[in-house]
């Protein structure tokens, strides 16, 4: 199948699978998105040398779909994580904590990604060892390191900042 043919997939199926993807997604520029990756990976199918196929974009569709249903939740899960934190927190933490966004924010990204892994997103440390490619040793002195720097940068008490943040995982 030629160019051409996959062009004249494009145009037969393109409105079929938006429409399914916005009634799954119930926003119309997400469902744009979704469709145009769905596209995207049917064509990456077609320069293989797989003919598109109405089954393959609608299972496309579907696994982009769920994707993008995980992402959601994840997202939802986040929100309600850091409410529960922020809420639990008296409002004269606020400076507190916008210090410390700043401090991190202004980490290399690497140390950045280490902190997300550890105390966001809340993987082990073995994991976290394994995605990183480092050993688990690595992986704990840097953490180590950076509670150290981010609490001598917020003007803490390093012990004290050190036991509060270590996850009895770590």
Do not use: C
Not at 87 to 109: F, N, T
Request: aromatic residues 8%; negative net charge.
């Amino acid at each position: 199948m030629g160019t051409a043919a996959f062009e004249q997939f494009y145009r037969e199926h393109y409105g079929s699978i938006l429409a399914t993807a916005h009634l799954r997604l119930g926003d119309y520029a997400e469902a744009q998105d979704i469709t145009a990756e769905t596209f995207r990976v049917i064509w990456q199918r077609h320069q293989d040398g797989r003919s598109p196929t109405v089954p393959a974009a609608f299972q496309t569709l579907r696994n982009l779909t769920g994707n993008e249903y995980r992402r959601r939740r994840r997202s939802q899960d986040l929100v309600t994580k850091l409410t529960s934190v922020t809420s639990s927190r008296p409002v004269e933490d606020a400076p507190a904590d916008i210090d410390l966004l700043q401090a991190v924010a202004e980490l290399k990204e690497a140390d950045r990604e280490l902190l997300y892994l550890a105390y966001w997103a809340d993987i082990e440390l073995k994991d976290i060892a394994g995605i990183l490619e480092l050993k688990p040793g690595t992986v704990r002195m840097r953490l180590k390191r950076l509670r150290e720097h981010l609490a001598a940068k917020l003007g803490e008490d390093s012990d004290t900042q050190t036991k509060e943040a270590t996850h009895e995982r770590h």
